[in-house]
């Protein structure tokens, strides 16, 4: 019978039973050790050999993987946008991509001037496989469109994480840094003119800072380009009142782009 419990679920019954103590399976059936030791003490009284006794196997530990390292040199050894989706989809140590149903590369157009970073996938970019495409995705495009862009034509998108992390909690430190490298290689690939950090996980991989509230507005430098960190569309949803200073990074990245020609 198929278990209903997900990966994610399984794992933190297992971490749990871990920390109460667990450190042995039981077989299924019973052993009675005392039948076993006397039928040795009376082989041996009666001069056979010994019965023999299973000796577990040494117990020799994994080699450490360093996933950063691995994660580094993989993304540099992709040539274009399409090896370097080949290249997340072949890494192996981010748990996050069990729990998920694809990996949510990027939409919009490579040849932009723009480049929006957010955060992570949700539950519809993780059934479309695209990013920025739930209720945050709409007002995005709505945002988008009052300054004259477009992801159809005039911006790209992607994420810092490409898998959905369950329940949608944010990103662990470990899973930005792993994943920082394809994120930092996907800037370089498709060399925007100015970068969008949007959010407190985009600030960290990018900025190495949280505090989006406080960051939000005031023009950075990444990767050798200007980058704007913006709340993201999600934070305004759950807070209106806060668009009237998204409106002024809107009004700040156009004068940026006129600047730019």
């Known amino acids: 019978m198929e278990s209903a419990l997900d990966w994610h679920t399984a794992r933190a019954l297992l971490e749990w039973q871990i920390e109460m103590g667990v450190d042995e399976t039981i077989s299924d059936t019973p052993v009675d050790r005392f039948a076993l030791w006397a039928a040795e003490q009376a082989g041996a009284a009666a001069g056979a050999a010994p019965v023999a006794t299973a000796v577990a196997a040494p117990v020799v530990a994994a080699p450490r993987v360093d996933a950063v390292a691995e994660a580094r040199a993989a993304a540099a050894a992709a040539l274009d946008l399409a090896g370097l989706r080949a290249a997340l989809e072949a890494y192996p140590h981010c748990e996050l991509r069990r729990g998920a149903r694809r990996l949510v590369f990027a939409d919009g157009t490579p040849e932009a001037q723009v480049?929006?970073?957010?955060?992570?996938?949700?539950?519809?970019?993780?059934?479309e496989g695209r990013?920025?495409?739930?209720?945050?995705?709409?007002?995005?495009?709505?945002?988008?469109?009052?300054i004259g862009l477009s992801r159809a034509d005039s911006v790209y998108i992607t994420n810092v994480i490409p898998w959905r992390p369950p329940q949608n909690r944010?990103?662990?430190?470990?899973?930005?840094?792993?994943?920082?490298?394809?994120?930092?290689?996907?800037?370089?690939?498709?060399?925007?003119d100015l970068l969008i950090v949007m959010g407190n996980t985009s600030c960290q991989a990018l900025l190495g800072k949280r505090g989006i509230l406080r960051l939000r507005g005031i023009w950075a430098e990444v990767a050798d380009r200007p980058a704007l960190p913006m709340t993201h569309p999600a934070y305004l949803l759950r807070n209106p009142a806060a668009k009237r200073e998204a409106w002024a990074d809107l009004l700040s990245l156009k004068a940026r782009l006129r600047a730019l020609g």
């Open 170 to 192: 944010d990103p662990k430190p470990e899973e930005i840094a792993m994943l920082q490298p394809f994120l930092q290689r996907h800037i370089a690939l498709v060399d925007p």
């Open 115 to 127: 480049m929006i970073v957010g955060e992570a996938p949700g539950r519809d970019e993780d059934i």
């Open 131 to 146: 990013p920025f495409v739930g209720r945050a995705g709409q007002l995005l495009d709505r945002m988008l469109a009052a």
